[in-house]
């Protein structure tokens, strides 16, 4: 069955851009909930248990009719909040190396262009859901954004960058604030984590 992963910093220490309230809300609460919603919905079938979340997403065709919304909701949940907490660290890791910067060059333009694109996603996502960076099966990365818990692995790609704009990521600190709270979060991507799933 599936369990909560531990954040791999302390509640408050992507402060002051992500408060420490937040954070305690978002992880042991709403992350947890998807966890306890999907498990019990998978409780009666054994052979569904034993696979992993990602395998799930990717596997939808195997996963009953009647818990099928159910599961991509709740699996979709704890993917993309496992690679939020894991795209995150304290005082971020700056700028990507220079192999990343310059696919993203060759890709977006340059940095700047990307994270405007990817900040674009973000704000204009109506509603709830995720702006991403993902790899797609020819190799090629894109920018778009998501409805709710949906997630790219569910699409046959590779999430590498995820971010949260649903307002319980944000709204304690930053309100009816989102692209403050985009820009916030700038602050503490890691890079070096997004290079590593790309690779």
Known sequence: ??????LPFAHD????????????????KHHQAYITNLNNLLQPYTELQEMSVEDLLTNME???????????????????HTLFWEIMTPGGSKQPSDEL???????FGSLDEFQ???????????GSGWAWLAKKADGTLEVYSTANQDSP???????LLGLDVW?????????N????????WWNLVNWDEVEKRLS
């Not at 220490?13 to 042991?28: G, R, S, V, Y």
């Not at 310059?102 to 890709?107: A, F, H, P, Q, S």
């Not at 604030?177 to 916030?184: G, S």
Request: glycine share 6%.
């Open 116 to 126: 405007a694109k990817f900040t674009e996603a973000a704000t204009k996502r109506f």
């Open 1 to 6: 069955m599936h369990t909560l992963p531990a």
């Open 13 to 28: 220490a992507l402060e002051p851009f992500i408060d420490k309230a937040t954070m305690e809300i978002h992880h042991d």
């Open 177 to 184: 604030r989102r692209p403050e709270y985009i820009e916030a």
């Open 167 to 175: 307002e319980h990521a944000y709204y304690l600190k930053y309100q």
């Open 62 to 80: 195997m996963v009953p009719q009647e818990i099928k919304q159910g599961v991509m909701n709740n699996a979709g949940g704890h993917a993309n």
């Open 153 to 159: 692995i569910a699409e046959g790609k590779t999430p």
């Open 101 to 107: 910067m310059g696919i993203l060059d060759n890709t």
